[in-house]
């Protein structure tokens, strides 16, 4: 199957997950393996976290779907059947078989920054005393003091969406269905104070209510596979110059013209 055709098949699931097949722990890490192994990064240093919750973590998966409904109606958990028509079909709401949460993290010095820095080492401007392990600073994955910052949090969230796509290319070669969720209370990092500012949500949870969260979180990606169900959103996708639209109810998600998107300068 070509790469076009591979990716038309993804969907973002609204519907319900299929609670009688889950991916095995093997098969995710073995997912998220080959992604790493061919997902872009600056110096390769990767400046995201992730964690992974299966099967195992359903009190960890339930609080997450809640820290993920910023809004009473039209959110992530409630854009789908009523949960008596959920229930009659035997699926479980909206919980995915897992759930990957990806967060920033300081990065150690890999062998590039190390000799790098040993090759500059008081000749260039982008070495700081003190800084982490006295390497250059210009690296803001690896210092303690600015990993954090919009800068970086830019770059990870950057990273995180190509590191994302390559998995879901990779999930979908394996029939799985994966979706993307950013609906969630956001944590921006205020150097003045040195701590995050974290928004609030009024409807659901927030994410100290799971501790594993230390850093902002960037995204969080659902996988599993899809129960067998009309899902109430339509959306349209083009292969081979064929436009296609999905069985759904009537809320389509068109796509705007490419012209309003791409411009060609003369």
Aim: hydrophobic share 35%; glycine share 6%; net charge positive.
């Amino acid at each position: 199957m070509s790469i076009e055709k591979l990716f038309s098949k993804r969907r973002q699931i609204r519907a319900a997950w299929d609670q009688t097949r889950l991916p095995s722990k093997e098969t995710i890490k073995d997912l998220l393996e080959r992604t790493m192994k061919i997902s872009p990064s600056k110096q390769n240093l990767y400046p995201f976290k992730i964690h992974a919750f299966g099967p195992n973590n359903e009190k960890e998966k339930r609080i997450v779907e809640k820290i993920c409904c910023l809004y009473t109606q039209g959110s992530v958990n409630d854009f789908n059947l009523s949960r008596d028509q959920l229930k009659a079909k035997g699926a479980d709401e909206n919980l995915p078989g897992w759930i990957l949460v990806f967060e920033q993290r300081l990065c150690k010095p890999n062998t590039f920054i190390k000799e790098y820095s040993q090759m500059y080492k008081g000749d260039s401007p982008y070495i700081t005393p003190g800084d982490v392990q006295g390497t250059a600073s210009r690296f803001a994955q690896i210092s303690e003091k600015r990993f954090r910052g919009n800068t970086n949090k830019a770059l990870a969230c950057i990273e995180v969406g190509m590191f994302t796509k390559i998995l879901a290319g990779l999930c979908l070669e394996n029939e799985l269905a994966i979706s993307y969720i950013k609906s969630f209370p956001e944590w921006n990092w205020k150097d003045g104070k040195g701590e995050y500012s974290k928004n609030k949500n009024k409807n659901g949870l927030d994410w100290d209510a799971l501790p594993q969260i230390t850093e902002a979180p960037i995204l969080v990606v659902q996988i599993g596979y899809k129960a067998d169900m009309i899902d109430p959103l339509s959306s349209t996708v083009e292969v081979d110059g064929v436009i296609h639209s999905t069985k759904g109810g009537v809320l389509l998600e068109d796509k705007p013209s490419i012209d309003d998107v791409v411009r060609f300068n003369k």
